[in-house]
């Protein structure tokens, strides 16, 4: 009984959980149209953040080469740990039971008649033609491995992707000097792991500009980046280009090139090398479309599309994730905010609702491990405490995070070796010199329990609940001590360690906002 002025209310204990349950059972349903199919071409970061926001809407559809979904953002670490394969490996299937599989290679597909055309490719696949309400091209780009696996190696299934990691792991156990080309995001990553797990190599960055990334990450991140990849010694050519088209005529295609080799860049510089990596490039996955667009519909490759990431001339075709036009980094943080985006634009239109145009985020979203022993970041064009960092990617490289957020079960974290400590003289030289004035600041050795991802992507699970065992902590740098406690600004608040590319998704986090910059024209070189 609730007193109510001077009346007395009385409710049904009973009338009430029924209320509740029937809204609670119907939370999200409101407006569903079943009878509306949703054909999603490409089950990355973007297609899955576009499952998850409309596949209780109406009736989806996904097509992929693959069975899992191949976690791009954790795969560099295969390079040097055995055993970790299996956390890039993630199950699509049974997540949504509403939601059709399909393993095929796209051809094609007309807009007149509302049809995709189906290529079989690998076991258990067959040629189809799939009818579609509306069709969402997601089909990601390609970057050198081990950034991302090759598509043929991707329609080979697991078994084929993890011999190719398993011989690039033993090819960098074998050399002595390793040369890494490009100083984007995977370059300095893969630099990293290498570092910090093989201590005792000799790893060379080559790097075209004259500081690490892209222009818009702040100058103070960069040189702190540096000063940790010096600390565990490695070596930056800044401002010259090597010329590999005789050795890697196709870099996308290409794995590693074995050497010894010599390496001789623009201005004359002579670098000995047992391995090399290739990490500049980026070409979209347009075999899709590229036959059923006009050319007047694609720019470099990519997908025109508009302010509702609607493809130029077309009603009911829709673009996301690296294969649009639109004019922000590729990361997986972007392409997951797309996919939840184009969600709601998607329902908007089920529902007969005004749409909602897309706004690219404007600042500048990097969050890079050094191995598992600390790392730096910036969220938003905030930076981002260490621990916070450690917490975002350092530890399982945001797999237990972006399963969580995905809906997907999270793999079994492995039994690794303990985290190598940074090298002692040069940890002292490089706690010595003082931290550049609002720097991202690098957290303490060794690894510590992933609670979240941006989403490259990680976004972790989905982007996987965190609750493996947690390694031991060590001290922080003196320089870097106080600064990890720095809190980011209220403008632009870090994501929560349990609430957080991502996500992108690439390439399909939960993802905070990305870096802006023009989405780069087919073979253009880019940071991920």
């Known amino acids: 009984r609730f007193p109510c002025s001077s009346t007395v209310a009385v409710v049904s204990l009973q009338g009430l959980y029924f209320l509740l349950t029937v809204d609670i059972r119907t939370m999200g349903q409101s407006g569903s149209r079943h009878d509306v199919s949703v054909v999603i071409v490409g089950g990355g970061y973007a297609g899955i953040a576009l499952v998850n926001a409309i596949h209780r809407s109406c009736n989806v559809t996904v097509i992929d080469l693959g069975t899992n979904l191949f976690h791009s953002m954790a795969a560099l670490r295969n390079c040097v740990l055995p055993g970790w394969q299996d956390m890039t490996f993630l199950d699509r299937e049974g997540n949504w039971p509403s939601v059709k599989l399909v393993r095929g290679r796209v051809t094609g597909f007309n807009t007149a008649e509302k049809q995709v055309t189906v290529e079989a490719c690998g076991e258990g696949s067959e040629d189809a033609t799939i009818p579609y309400d509306y069709?969402?091209?997601?089909?990601?780009?390609?970057?050198?491995?081990?950034?991302?696996?090759?598509?043929?190696?991707?329609?080979?299934?697991?078994?084929?992707?993890?011999?190719?990691?398993?011989?690039?792991?033993?090819?960098?156990?074998?050399?002595?000097?390793?040369?890494?080309?490009?100083?984007?995001?995977?370059?300095?990553?893969?630099?990293?792991?290498?570092?910090?797990?093989?201590?005792?190599?000799?790893?060379?960055?080559?790097?075209?500009?004259?500081?690490?990334?892209?222009?818009?990450?702040?100058?103070a991140l960069r040189q702190n980046v540096q000063k940790r990849l010096a600390a565990y010694g490695v070596k930056i050519v800044f401002g010259e280009k090597v010329d590999l088209s005789e050795a890697c005529p196709d870099p996308i295609a290409a794995t590693t090139i074995s050497g010894p080799v010599t390496l001789k860049t623009n201005k004359d510089t002579t670098i000995e090398a047992d391995l090399v990596?290739?990490?500049?490039?980026?070409?979209?996955?347009?075999?899709?479309?590229?036959?059923?667009?006009?050319?007047?519909?694609?720019?470099?490759?990519?997908?025109?599309?508009?302010?509702?990431?609607?493809?130029?001339?077309?009603?009911?075709?829709?673009?996301?994730?690296?294969?649009?036009?639109?004019?922000?980094?590729?990361?997986?943080?972007?392409?997951?905010?797309?996919?939840?985006?184009?969600?709601?634009?998607?329902?908007?239109?089920?529902?007969?609702?005004?749409?909602?145009?897309?706004?690219?985020?404007?600042?500048?979203?990097?969050?890079?491990?050094?191995?598992?022993?600390?790392?730096?970041?910036?969220?938003?064009?905030?930076?981002?405490?260490?621990?916070?960092?450690?917490?975002?990617?350092?530890?399982?490289?945001?797999?237990?995070?972006?399963?969580?957020?995905?809906?997907?079960?999270?793999?079994?974290?492995?039994?690794?070796?303990?985290?190598?400590?940074?090298?002692?003289?040069?940890?002292?030289?490089?706690?010595?010199?003082?931290?550049?004035?609002?720097?991202?600041?690098?957290?303490?050795?060794g690894g510590e329990e992933a609670a979240t991802a941006p989403a490259d992507g990680a976004a972790a699970p989905a982007d996987g609940a965190a609750g493996k065992d947690e390694p031991t902590e060590a001290a922080e740098p003196a320089s870097t001590a106080a600064a990890d406690e720095a809190a980011p600004t209220k403008d632009a608040p870090a994501p929560a360690a349990a609430a957080e590319e991502d996500a992108p998704p690439t390439e399909d986090a939960a993802p905070p906002a990305a870096e802006e910059s023009a989405a780069p024209a087919e073979g253009d070189k880019a940071d991920e």
Do not use: W
Request: charged content about 20%; glycine content about 10%; hydrophobic content about 40%.
């Open 135 to 219: 069709l969402v091209l997601a089909t990601g780009s390609q970057v050198p491995f081990p950034g991302k696996v090759p598509l043929d190696t991707v329609v080979q299934g697991k078994g084929a992707i993890v011999a190719a990691f398993d011989a690039c792991r033993e090819r960098v156990v074998a050399a002595e000097r390793i040369v890494i080309v490009g100083g984007g995001a995977v370059g300095v990553e893969l630099a990293g792991e290498i570092a910090v797990e093989l201590p005792g190599k000799e790893v060379t960055i080559i790097h075209a500009k004259e500081q690490l990334f892209d222009d818009n990450i702040p100058t």
């Open 277 to 445: 990596f290739p990490c500049v490039g980026v070409s979209v996955n347009k075999a899709a479309y590229e036959n059923s667009l006009k050319p007047e519909q694609m720019d470099g490759g990519f997908v025109k599309v508009n302010e509702f990431l609607q493809v130029e001339g077309e009603e009911n075709v829709f673009a996301l994730g690296d294969c649009c036009n639109v004019p922000c980094a590729k990361m997986v943080v972007t392409a997951n905010l797309q996919g939840e985006h184009l969600g709601g634009v998607l329902r908007s239109i089920l529902n007969d609702k005004p749409k909602k145009p897309y706004k690219p985020p404007t600042k500048p979203t990097l969050v890079l491990p050094v191995g598992r022993a600390e790392g730096l970041g910036i969220y938003n064009g905030a930076n981002l405490p260490g621990f916070m960092v450690k917490k975002l990617k350092c530890y399982d490289l945001t797999t237990s995070r972006y399963c969580k957020d995905a809906h997907m079960a999270a793999p079994k974290y492995p039994q690794l070796p303990p985290v190598p400590r940074r090298p002692a003289a040069k940890a002292a030289a490089a706690a010595s010199e003082p931290a550049a004035e609002g720097a991202a600041t690098a957290g303490a050795e």
